[in-house]
């Protein structure tokens, strides 16, 4: 698990500032995970189950598999451009 937070940009540290920071990459890390599973069910299953009722039948599963994985692919498309043009804004402060 370190390993992981600490590839994302949450590793440990003793500076106040950088532990600051990561907690507040952490909550905007959760926040955006909450979002993304809020509007994955809202646009999925609206447009999977149209009358909803006691169990999804195998067609109504198959929508919504389907849509879940084109909606996180697309996700995590724009997060990885996004990221990519704020590490590209962070290196141009970085050499002004």
Known sequence: ????????GFGSSTDPKSTIMNQVRQEAAVTNARQLIEKLNEHCFEKCVPKPGSSLSRGEETCFTQC???Y???WNTVSRQYIA???Q???RMGTI
């Open 72 to 74: 996180m692919a697309a």
């Open 85 to 87: 043009r704020i590490q």
């Open 89 to 91: 804004e962070q290196g």
């Open 68 to 70: 879940m994985e084109k």
């Open 1 to 8: 698990m370190d390993s992981i937070s600490n590839s994302l």
